[in-house]
């Protein structure tokens, strides 16, 4: 399994990166188009509701249907995966047809809730108020019918993990962002920046037929069936509705910083946003490679009764994200400031100073905390997925938030924000204890003696990378913006050699496996 699961991470890495430039070229291109605009505000706003269906919709789907579909296909049973998959198809599509036609008939009064805040601001006219609310009401009506695409993409994306396919599913993201980049040569010259609405809601389109090939590749059909009254599916009922809570209730976290923050000062909000921008980053690369791929072999040991397997991947999932974050954690410590200059800062011309630098890396050292906790969290969520037990996800998460919002106000008058993002790493932490300590009642011990020997080396290569970056941190000044960026570029690759040469010397076997298999593809990118 390990070489399975380590073959599908290194696909899901590289496709992450190669999506998240795509991204960054489809943000460039609205900015270049249409700046800071009102009529950007009003995209922002409209486009705020097709983005949070797609956080949680497409992995609660996954989380929802692989159980059944990877038990089916264990025990043989493939016909009735097909005829599940035409269900649950057509389930889902009109559940989320209805949802997209309300959301069409009240996107007025959505919009209204959406701009809610900006009623007493000065900074816009009433008539640019009321023309952003007009903009607003029209784009959002656009890409409601992204609802329906977006449940699509969640329906197959599941059914190829359980398939043990990555790839495909990866690349529709992609394939999203160049339908949407692609909108601003067809439409934007014509239709404004509602070309860019269309391009989304035709982004999320082609992002779900881009998968339609490889589903009747493996023989499903789209053929709808309402036979809904079987037993599959009121599994999959019952566990509909904990897990789409409890994936509603991790994206609370996206809003607990602004009002948190909101009254300690100017910049602070916006810092905590940036910092959460950087700190994400690892989280899409590292963690969904790793969770993903071991979440089908979870399902298959728990349906086979093979315990002992299904602990062996876990301990195999948290060996990994480890490796791979820890010395992240330590970089985010060691120079989070540089880290910030690298992404955010343009020169003393740009609006992003060096006062902005400091207030944003003072957020990121605090939430980096956290790192390791969350992606433990996730991988410990998936395994209660695979057992079929939701109720305990959603209330560790609940608990979760509970102890982030207390920590935070507790600490906010020492940390100010940074007691914010460290009241945030605190509630991961406690969400991943909670379900630790359930699942240790559910399947017995199940973080083995291979973990801590790994965890052992990873710290001593990381505190022996941390000195390394801290001393040419302290030693070497460069002038000039770009020439820093450059250095700080070096920086980060120089301390990841350090770090994984650490380990390879302590004969650490993931260390070897991760770098052969990276090593491995670039050998074969260049012969081919």
């Known amino acids: 399994m390990a070489q399975t699961v380590l073959r599908s991470a290194a696909v899901i890495i590289i496709v992450t990166l190669v999506g998240r430039v795509v991204g960054l070229l489809r943000e460039t291109l609205l900015a270049y188009h249409f700046g800071t605009s009102f009529a950007v505000d009003a995209y922002r706003y409209a486009f705020a509701i097709p983005t949070m269906i797609f956080l949680f919709v497409p992995g609660a789907l996954n989380a929802i249907f692989v159980p ?39 996107s007025r009064e959505i919009m209204q809730v959406m701009t809610f805040m900006q009623q007493n601001s000065e900074a816009i006219t009433p ?37 043990q396919q990555f790839f495909i599913p990866q690349m529709s993201t992609v394939v999203n962002s160049v339908v949407v980049c692609a909108a601003y040569l067809l439409f934007v010259p014509f239709y404004d920046i509602y070309g860019v609405a269309i391009g989304t809601t035709l982004g999320f389109l082609f992002a779900a037929l ?140 740009g609006e992003f100073n060096l006062q902005s630098i400091e207030l944003t890396a003072t957020a990121l050292l605090y939430m980096g905390i956290g790192l390791f906790f969350l992606a433990v969290r996730d991988l410990l969520t998936r395994a209660f997925y695979a057992m079929e037990n939701t109720k305990i996800t959603v209330i560790a998460a609940v608990v979760g938030i509970i102890i982030n919002v207390v920590f935070s106000l507790a600490l906010i008058p020492y940390l100010s924000h940074g007691g914010v993002a460290l009241g945030t790493s605190l509630g991961s932490l406690a969400n991943m204890l909670l379900l630790a300590f359930f699942l240790r009642r559910s399947i017995g011990s199940f973080v083995q003696r291979e973990f801590w020997m790994t965890a052992g080396k990873t710290v001593v290569a990381a505190a022996v990378m941390g000195v390394g970056l801290y001393a040419a941190t302290s030693l070497l000044v460069f002038q000039g913006v770009w020439v820093q960026k450059m250095y700080i570029i070096f920086l980060i690759a ?13 004969r650490e076997p993931l260390a070897v496996q991760i770098i052969g298999r990276f090593s491995g593809k670039i050998v074969k990118r260049k012969r081919g």
């Open 68 to 106: 059944s579909v990877k038990s089916m296909l264990v025990e043989n049973r493939r016909e009735e995966a097909q005829a599940l998959f035409r269900k649950m198809l057509t389930v889902t599509t009109l559940i989320y047809f209805v949802i997209m036609v309300f959301g069409m008939l009240f």
């Open 494 to 506: 120089a301390g990841a050699g350090v770090f994984f040469a650490t380990l390879v010397m302590m």
């Open 127 to 163: 008539e640019q108020r009321a023309q952003q609310l007009e903009m607003g009401t029209r784009m959002l009506q656009m890409m409601w019918p992204s609802a329906v695409f977006i449940a699509l993409i969640g329906v197959f994306q599941a059914t190829l993990n359980a398939h």
């Open 210 to 349: 881009s998968m339609a090939y490889s589903i009747k590749k493996e023989q499903y059909s789209f053929v709808p069936d309402f036979r809904w009254k079987d037993e599959e599916m009121k599994k999959i009922g019952e566990r509909f509705l904990p897990i789409m809570l409890g994936s509603l209730i991790t994206q609370v976290y996206t809003f607990i910083y602004p009002v948190l923050a909101s009254g300690l000062g100017p910049g602070r909000v916006a810092a905590l946003g940036y910092a959460n921008t950087i700190y994400q980053l690892p989280m899409a690369i590292f963690v969904a490679a790793f969770t993903l791929p071991i979440y089908p072999y979870l399902v298959e040991y728990f349906t086979k009764g093979e315990l002992d397997k299904m602990k062996q991947s876990i301990t195999e999932g948290m060996r990994y994200l480890f490796i791979l974050l820890v010395p992240v954690t330590v970089a985010m410590a060691i120079i989070p400031d540089e880290l910030v200059s690298l992404l955010f800062y343009t020169g003393p011309r």
